[in-house]
């Protein structure tokens, strides 16, 4: 471990996003589910979801996004000292952040998957954060990215409706402590309530001989308990965002902007209300994409920062929820450069 001689900051510095090709609208799929666009819109706020192809991988758009985020920091691939992958969706399920690294060209850089479903980027920039803190790494990726097509039935209107694919990434730095961009944060995780969300094994029998019996199987698709997940959603992202206020002193008034998981419009109205943040504030791709879970942060972020939104100093309260049951949140302040 390198130490670095005082209290260590960490600055996000870089973003980039990628998103599949087609994008499929509420209407294309009342050509085959008893729905309509009227009704996805009122419940849920989204419009449209952009649908992996069978030539846009994981890795693919991981890599695509990750050069983004490189570019915008200023950064070389050799530069790079860790990649952290948040996923639930990977191509290769011993690991898909190491085919990243491959692909970057990241060749000095130690790279490993994390799974916390919805949860999963604002896990995987904590976990990062502690890497840079404690001097280990001095220049860190995180990318959000999921294709959940792969797990939705896309018969069942409950939860064919939600769901997107996208992938999106953010470079952390060393900085000085008095620039820190992350100022406060908290997780949660409540294991009780994981058959709320899940997406589990459907156990098989082998025999390869008599006596011998072999438990394997594959995955089926997405479960959820839609009205639990909601509740959960809108009684504890407030708390949890509360408390990371209360930790840094900080007053809601004071925030730029408000960022949340992208997963339903009915929570994030929810939780500005809670905290009385003009609807302005409040940072929604959700009609475009839909729930494209590990990646709805940071594609989020890198839309408003790319679009002037989001500037350098400004202060970020974000919450990431789900699968799990997870949650946490972290009071952000962007130190990237202003496009252009």
């Not at 060209?105 to 990062?128: P, R, Y």
């Not at 011998?212 to 997405?222: A, D, K, L, M």
């Not at 930790?247 to 209300?273: E, F, K, M, P, T």
């Not at 879970?293 to 790319?306: D, K, N, Y």
Request: glycine share 10%; net charge negative; aromatic share 6%.
């Amino acid at each position: 471990m390198r130490g670095l001689g005082g209290p260590v900051g960490i600055a996000l510095s870089g973003s980039g996003s990628a998103l599949p090709r087609l994008s499929v609208s509420n209407d294309d799929l009342s050509g085959w589910l008893d729905t309509s666009d009227s009704w996805i819109r009122s419940r849920t706020g989204i419009a449209a979801r952009r649908i992996a192809a069978g030539d846009e991988t994981l890795t693919v758009l991981a890599t695509r996004a990750s050069r983004q985020a490189l570019e915008a920091a200023g950064w070389t691939p050799l530069q790079l000292e860790l990649i952290l992958l948040a996923t639930s969706s990977p191509d290769d399920l011993f690991g898909t952040a190491p085919q990243i690294q491959a692909a970057l060209g990241a060749d000095n850089a130690v790279a490993f998957d994390l799974t916390a479903a919805c949860s999963g980027f604002l896990f995987a920039l904590i976990t990062a954060a502690q890497y840079i803190r404690t001097g280990c790494y001095r220049r860190v990726l995180v990318v959000g990215v999921d294709l959940l097509s792969r797990w939705v039935d896309w018969h069942d209107r409950s939860i064919a409706v939600l769901f997107g694919d996208a992938a999106a990434a953010v470079t952390l730095e060393t900085c000085d402590s008095d620039r820190d961009g992350l100022l406060a944060f908290a997780m949660r995780t409540d294991g009780a309530r994981n058959g709320c969300l899940t997406l589990p094994l459907t156990p098989s029998e082998q025999c390869p001989r008599q006596g011998i019996s072999i438990q394997q199987g594959s995955y089926g698709s997405i479960r959820m308990n839609g009205q639990e997940v909601y509740k959960f959603a809108v009684r504890e992202v407030p708390a949890i965002l509360a408390e990371v206020l209360d930790q840094a002193g900080v007053d809601a008034a004071s925030l730029d902007w408000l960022l949340l998981h992208q997963a339903n419009q009915r929570i994030l109205d929810a939780a500005a209300q809670r905290f009385g943040i003009p609807a302005e504030k409040v940072l929604s791709n959700l009609a475009h994409y839909g729930n494209t879970s590990a990646a709805t942060i940071p594609l989020m972020l890198h839309e408003a920062v790319a679009a002037g939104r989001i500037r350098p100093g400004h202060l970020i309260a974000s919450s990431g929820f789900g699968a799990g049951l997870s949650w946490g949140a972290a009071l952000l302040r962007w130190g990237g450069r202003q496009p252009g």
